[in-house]
């Protein structure tokens, strides 16, 4: 007997992605908003909600207002359980441990992965591998403290579901430990690290937390919405990293024609003007707001890097190398 299948092509599949998450975290969104933020045409996003129709998501059009979505497209009435499917999907990837039995949805990983794999036909080369494969990839190198297991499932249903949480959070910077209620906006990896970026109602502004600061993280049962105001593209913009200064600065600095290869393949999230030199050397000019985070990416080259420009950060940097002279010539 043939049944009637949704045929959805791997783009679409990612536009209804970024659609149902804008959506969900927005009371509204217009077919041009949406359009935008998808990087299409209005043309397709009005295709793109008759989709949705035919995926059972509802989402209601208001006029003016726009679109807005009335169910939650992740539901824990299939087979697999909400709790699965984040253990299956976004905990091994952004999460340590989950392959630990110490780790509070290990248990769920395992049950979802089972579910799963009644699915691979018997006799298929992937039906004994696959229950060990996430175990065999290793997406990181240090295996994680136990007491950091709890962060994780707590953190992304609070951002997937728009959960304001308080949580203790360790800064560094000041070796001091703080109570904050926060509304999680965005998880962000950069360098090796998950940050969070969220609104703080202590500083009543949009910080960046380290993820792996938190020491506990418990949901409030408040939700909020992501102002239409905030723009997360512009709030991470011209940060070398992910930390900002209050000035924005326009360096030059010179590589040596060994460091300019490994420059040359570098993807950076600012924009850079990279600038060959006969002599194999490179010229690399950007503009960022992060000078601490950008001057330690500097010194990692050594010698093999040169600030030209501006004049008051090379003799900054100068001042730094002899000093450094003088402790190795002591």
Known sequence: MAHNRTVIDVTQVERLFYIMQYLNNHDY????????HCNTTVRTIYRDMNKFDDLGITIRADGHAG???LENPIRSGGRLTKEEWMALTLYPILSEGITSGE??????YRTGLEKVMTHVQKGDELSGAGAGLGERIRLHSRPKDPSQFNIMPKMIPAIATNQTVHVTYY???RDKRTQRKLDPYYLVPREGHLYVIAYCHMREVVRVFRLSRFETVEPTGETFKIPRTFDIDEYLSRRWS??????????????????ARYVLEDDFHVDTERM???DGSLLLRTTVNSNEEFLRWIRSY???AEVLEPHD???QMADEYRTLLKKYES
């Open 171 to 173: 800064a560094i910077s």
């Open 302 to 304: 050594g010698m093999r």
């Open 242 to 259: 992910i930390i900002s200064d209050d000035t924005e600065t326009t360096f030059l600095v010179k590589f040596d024609q060994e460091a």
């Open 313 to 315: 950060v090379r003799e």
């Open 276 to 278: 060959p030199q006969k």
């Open 103 to 108: 780790h509070p949805f290990h248990q769920s």
């Open 29 to 36: 969104a217009t077919a041009k908003e949406l359009a935008e």
């Open 67 to 69: 679109y807005r979505m």
